[in-house]
């Protein structure tokens, strides 16, 4: 597979933000896979979820790779790491070059729609005038369904997974507790990367809790040792995954990104409903919800693919919960890989 290793656009002027804040610059990190084609007309954009990066033939190789079903042997395919990230793009631990030292706590608030923005400034210094298929899963549709709003003669095909066309009060509340559990870590606002580290353990823990379900934990993580009073497998479990977590990531991202998702509501101040606006989205559009999932229900999914006058909908059966967006590979391009084939014309 032609690969690069993460690139970086650096661009030198301010950056508006929805909030009314100002960026002085950005860094921008991102990966591409393929060539793009003499036609232009080959390029995929993958847009990550919330703890992802720009390398998306690693975290998501199921898919991503060649023979697969975003191939990059046919494929362009780019990923950009989010603005508020701590993989690159601009965010809390990187530089002000106002004062010369890390943003931390002062970094501003930023929304879906400003990540949007920053993705349109790396489309453009990439020269891609078109994309022929969008994708984003989680937090990523929610990018998805926001770029095909503000730039939709750009986008000629979208593929959303658990996903929503805007955070609901149970994700809302969700982020909420895992805030609160940072906020309440001694270290939270210190001047440090690892501001905020055993709250950042506790929120991930939260996390888990909504990206499996009842089903799966209960089969994969019980104790079978009726006499055991303490030193549980479940606990265990969670305890790895919030130290696993805090050594590739920090709290103050973790807070940034979760206020984000939460702005995330395509009919703010546009004048319309949800409806109204997902109807304006005419794009071929292929919507997989996971059967099982806690975090963002299949009746988010099934809502938007009754809005969308040209939708798809699959219902994928997972015990995986909302991780089966990256864990049930197989399945997805099962079903990913014959609706790109019906296209009505062919890459060049």
Not at 48 to 56: F, G
Not at 73 to 91: E, M, Q, R, W
Not at 140 to 152: H, I, K, R, T
Not at 276 to 281: C, F, G, H, M
Request: glycine residues 8%.
């Amino acid at each position: 597979m032609k690969s690069t290793s993460t690139r970086y656009f650096n661009y030198k002027q301010p950056f508006a933000l929805e909030s009314g804040g100002t960026l002085p610059e950005l860094t921008i990190a991102y990966h591409t896979y393929g060539t793009l084609n003499t036609a232009k007309d080959n390029v995929v954009w993958i847009c990550h979820a919330l703890t992802a990066n720009a390398d998306a033939a690693d975290w998501w190789n199921g898919l991503v790779g060649e023979g697969k079903a975003l191939d990059p042997g046919k494929y362009f395919i780019v990923c950009a790491n989010i603005l508020g990230s701590c993989y690159g793009t601009t965010g809390p631990a990187s530089i002000n070059p106002e004062t010369g030292k890390s943003y931390y706590s002062s970094f501003p608030q930023v929304t879906i729609r400003d990540m949007v923005q920053v993705h349109i400034l790396l489309r453009k210094h990439l020269g891609l005038e078109k994309i022929h298929l969008l994708v984003g899963g989680s937090m990523g549709g929610y990018q998805a369904l926001e770029w095909c709003v503000m730039e939709n003669s750009v986008m000629d095909n979208l593929f959303l997974l658990a996903s929503s066309a805007a955070e609901s009060a149970w994700g809302i509340a969700i982020h909420t507790a895992q805030r609160l559990a940072i906020e309440a870590d001694s270290t939270w606002q210190n001047d440090s990367e690892t501001a905020g580290s055993a709250g950042l353990k506790a929120a991930r823990a939260i996390g888990m809790l909504t990206y499996r379900n009842y089903e799966l934990m209960v089969e994969l993580q019980s104790d079978h040792d009726p006499e055991k009073t303490d030193n549980y497998k479940a606990e265990s479990y969670i305890r790895y995954q919030g130290e696993k977590l805090v050594k590739r990531f920090n709290g103050y991202t973790y807070w940034l990104l979760t206020k984000a998702m939460d702005s995330h509501n395509l009919s703010r101040g546009r004048g319309k409903n949800l409806e109204k606006v997902l109807q304006t989205i005419t794009q071929r559009t292929l919507v997989i919800g996971i059967s099982s999932d806690i975090l963002c229900p299949v009746q988010e999914q099934v809502f938007i693919s009754q809005q969308l006058p040209n939708a798809t909908y699959v219902e994928i059966h997972s015990s995986y919960g909302h991780d089966g967006f990256l864990i049930e590979s197989e399945r997805i391009a099962a079903n990913l890989m014959p609706w790109l084939e019906q296209e009505n014309y062919s890459l060049s």
